[in-house]
């Protein structure tokens, strides 16, 4: 089973969310990264963009597949791993740590709330 995080919130499209104050973390999950292989490029939200709750912003691609990732929350992104750009393998390697893909200032925390806790993602991911 892939590594899950209790103290993190998770998405259906499996990206994980660190709520630091009114800042959020984003990542793929390990799942996620497992599930599409080596990591050879990854396309960050520009700082400054304003994303809708579930609107697709950035990208990673495997030796597998390219795949969209999704704004767990509405809100304006304030930075983006520019490590990344050259070591997209940093997402398979730590995807919790170094390879976060973007951070941003979410319009409702509370939205949060509504995400899934460890327990019930790792359901999600069984019965997927």
């Known amino acids: 089973m892939s590594e899950i995080p209790a103290d993190l919130r ?6 994980w969310v660190r709520a630091e104050g009114d800042l959020v973390i984003v990542g793929i999950t390990d799942h996620a990264q497992a599930a599409l292989g080596d990591m050879v490029y990854v396309e960050t939200p520009e700082t400054g963009d304003r994303l809708k709750a579930e609107e697709a912003c950035a990208v990673v691609e495997s030796v597998k597949a390219a795949s969209d990732i999704y ?13 990344l750009v050259d070591n997209p393998e940093l997402v ?6 170094d390879g976060w893909i973007f951070q941003m200032r979410t319009d409702n925390a ?19």
Do not use: Q, R, W
């Open 10 to 15: 998770y998405s259906k499209s499996h990206e």
């Open 71 to 83: 704004s767990p929350t509405s809100g304006e992104i304030v930075d983006s791993n520019s490590n």
């Open 92 to 97: 398979n390697d730590d995807p919790y740590g």
């Open 110 to 128: 509370s939205a949060l709330e509504e995400l899934m806790d460890a327990e019930a993602y790792e359901t999600f991911c069984e019965e997927e």
